[in-house]
């Protein structure tokens, strides 16, 4: 898993434009034609960094979670924040990020619907990314329980395994709207939740 | 939006294929060839009922939603239940059919993620069936809060709208996992939430 900046070009330009493309199109509507005509790649330089389109689909999700993690990286070992906040600020980011790209939603998110019917391959590896993506939320999770941020009854990797799928699903609401109202009440009814506040709408 | 039973029977046969096939492969990944080989259809029937392959998704899509308004119907008009038990007892029933198709998740969260990129057909078809399924669960929530099952001050149709996404992120999730694992969770999870119990995990 290199960094997209440490890597090859053109290797570099595909991985790119694969982050773009199958967010907006999925896997199987796009062509490996269409992907080199709008990288302007030759046929052979392709096939020189990646197998076929299966390798570089599965590359691409490599990139894609590098920035995940990264992402993670920055924000749960921000002390300017306490650990509960931190996991906020971590989803907050990630809206941003869904904003600037006009609500497509989450691309492990998209392929995993699209692709786990039928490829164990794409099955096993985007379940494995939302999972790994949990185990590091549960980790701050348990954080916020030691110092009583969160009730310390809460099972830490049950509520990072809910926040991650909620999100996914708010995440696919906003690809459908082209909005962030969905993630924006997620986060808000969550975060309530495992506070223990009344639910979203409530004034009491 | 005919009822599947009442159509003829090649469109039905058809129909059928169609509700299991583009839940398991997706929309692109769906050959017309590989549909007429299941189903023994010569070509010409396929087109005497569907102008073409969108049109035949957009009909599997007005067939499931005929399944789950009919689902809508009997559940939350059972009176042997509370309101609020009502709603939740349709998610447990879409449980138990999620179980008999081996935990592939919802045929319209993984169209809307698959197309909505590239298709407004799709995008505004799908959003407004989503749409609609919140809407008939935020009366039966508006029961719940004017019996005082639910907090007074509740919104109901953004509490509606969020149980609708939090379930599709979690038949994404156990669309990946094979298991229901992640569907009871966030049923459990939402309903304490908005009964203002105790996060899940939480002893207390």
Redesign the interface.
Known sequence: MDDVAAMHPTKQRLIEAGLRLL???????LGIQALLAATGTPRGSFYHHFTDKEDFALQVIDAYMVEVHAGLDSCLTDLARTPFARVRHFFELTEQKYREEGY??CLI??L???????SEVF?RR??AC?SAIAGRIAICLEEARQIGE???????R??A??W??????????S???RSPT?LK??LD?YV???A?E???????
Do not use: K
Request: hydrophobic fraction near 45%; glycine fraction near 14%; proline fraction near 5%.
């Open positions: 967010l907006e199109r999925g896997y199987n509507d497509m939603g998110g998209g995993g619907q699209e692709l786990s019917g039928v099955r985007i379940s939302l969160i009730p310390a009854a809460c099972d830490v049950l509520l395994d809910l991650v799928d909620c999100w996914e699903g708010a995440a696919l609401r690809r459908l709207t969905s009440a997620m009814f309530r939740a495992v223990h009344p639910p979203v709408g409530n004034a009491g």
